[in-house]
């Protein structure tokens, strides 16, 4: 008796020790063993998969009909490398690949599956990191402004209109217009390219060119026939940043590329017909710009279909937390270290900078401490100082403390103990003295849980 127990603490001993998570199940769907990497993955202790059925675990929407472990019990034909997301305790949505086999005593009898699976987050980060690829999925904010822009999101990807999105730089412009992409490739199960121009970063003499092609010969060095940006565009959609900064003489041409869906190469008598959803933005008031004779009237009511305007992030204050934890997680998988927070004086300073350089800037803060932090938790000395001689020291290094009594509802209680402990929810749930699974709870009763750009 004490041998088979001697081996089965080695064995648990070993799974321990794998990086990838490692779970099994009985024919009943019971998890009967739950290694340590699976915990750290999904959020779940070791307990409490073990009272649990699989899919209370991952939550995925295979779970019901399509879960790969079910397919190999039912098949017997083991499955490699599967991409899928669940949720973990948290409700924050992990990428895995999968592996499956099924689960056999000393006879060859089948009694269960098992299921080994790694953490993707940080291949999924790098991919978006190059493709740019983003959805609602990855649109991080819990405030009013930004809830209300993500909500008609879809019905925007459905329509081929044109859209026209304004706010200051740094706000994420780019990533609404992938986003409302992406979400038009979904529903119409497509490939369809995506193009995006910063008509401010390209001199006018070339940017015609870039924006419509050119003929073999119409200008020195035009060696050869090449497409432009609106044909390579063709099916999909094409972007135009900084919209504000085009010549009278380019206005004209966008025009008509607008109003006859069709346009001329450089050099060439022939038109080309445009094909391409077009999204236009730009950190201008185009309306200001029109009363000042600075951009075509006609073109601007043309371009102003559907007009998205996005706040800056002083307007989204509430969302702060939420984006430093995003590029704390971002950071971490890209660096290889494994910073967890920031200290109280750090958040109390990111939230009251004033940011001029909007969620950019503020991702070039973490960046930046994330070079000089040695340790777990980002100090204020960690910060570009040219920022921190901005606000009064005694502020930054005593935190104002939150007292629950000054709020009359338990939701201002729970969202201002939220920003209070940087949303930790371990620290959160201490501070207003509840246990975690109620935090947990209460948190989804009121809705005030971040979704992640």
């Not at 080695?10 to 340590?36: A, M, P, Q």
């Not at 190059?130 to 459905?158: F, H, R, V």
């Not at 979904?186 to 015609?208: H, K, Q, R, T, Y």
């Not at 069709?262 to 950190?283: K, W």
């Amino acid at each position: 008796m004490s041998k088979i127990k001697g081996q089965s603490i080695y064995s648990e001993i070993i799974l321990d020790s794998v990086t990838e998570g490692v779970f099994t199940v009985d024919s009943e769907w019971n998890i009967t063993s739950f290694n340590r990497a699976a915990q750290k993955i999904t959020g779940f202790s070791k307990e409490e998969a073990l009272k649990s059925k699989c899919h209370e675990v991952f939550k995925t929407n295979r779970c019901e009909s399509n879960c790969f472990l079910k397919q190999t019990m039912a098949s017997g034909e083991n499955i490699f490398d599967q991409r899928i997301n669940i949720k973990n305790r948290h409700g924050d949505v992990i990428p895995i690949s999968v592996n499956t086999a099924l689960l056999s005593d000393s006879s060859g009898k089948t009694i269960g599956g098992v299921e080994t699976f790694r953490d993707c987050i940080e291949i999924e980060c790098l991919k978006k990191q190059l493709e740019k690829s983003y959805t609602l999925d990855d649109i991080i904010g819990k405030s009013k402004k930004i809830k209300d822009i993500m909500a008609i999101l879809p019905d925007i990807a459905k329509s081929k209109s044109t859209v026209l999105i304004q706010g200051p730089s740094g706000s994420g412009k780019e990533v609404f217009a992938r986003a409302i992409h992406n979400l038009n490739k979904e529903m119409e199960s497509n490939d369809s390219p995506f193009i995006a121009v910063n008509c401010g970063a390209i001199p006018e003499n070339l940017l015609e060119s870039e924006l419509f092609g050119h003929k073999k010969g119409a200008f020195t060095d035009a060696r050869s026939d090449r497409p432009g940006k609106f044909e390579l565009a063709r099916g999909g959609t094409i972007l135009l940043d900084e919209i504000g900064e085009l010549s009278p003489r380019l206005q004209v041409k966008l025009l008509r590329v607008i109003q006859e869906k069709e346009f001329d190469p450089v050099g060439s008598s022939q038109s080309v017909q445009m094909d391409a959803r077009l999204i236009l933005a730009t950190n201008r008031n185009l309306k200001e710009m029109v009363k000042k004779s600075e951009f075509r009237d006609d073109l601007y009511y043309r371009i102003n279909v559907v007009q998205l305007n996005l706040p800056s992030l002083v307007e989204r204050n509430s969302d702060i937390p939420l984006l430093v934890s995003h590029f704390l997680e971002l950071e971490n998988h890209i660096t290889g270290k494994e910073i967890k927070n920031v200290s109280k004086g750090v958040m109390y300073f990111l939230m009251n900078y004033s940011y001029p350089g909007n969620i950019r800037e503020l991702k070039n803060i973490i960046e930046y401490a994330f070079i000089l932090c040695p340790g777990d938790i980002i100090e204020v000395k960690h910060l570009p100082q040219d920022l921190i001689t901005q606000a009064p020291t005694e502020n930054i290094k005593q935190p104002a403390k939150i007292s629950n009594t000054a709020y009359s509802s338990e939701l201002e209680q729970i969202k201002q103990a939220l920003e209070l402990n940087m949303y930790g929810r371990k620290a959160t749930a201490q501070h207003l003295n509840i246990s975690l699974s109620t935090l947990w709870r209460k948190m989804k009763k009121y809705q005030i849980i971040g979704t992640a750009l």
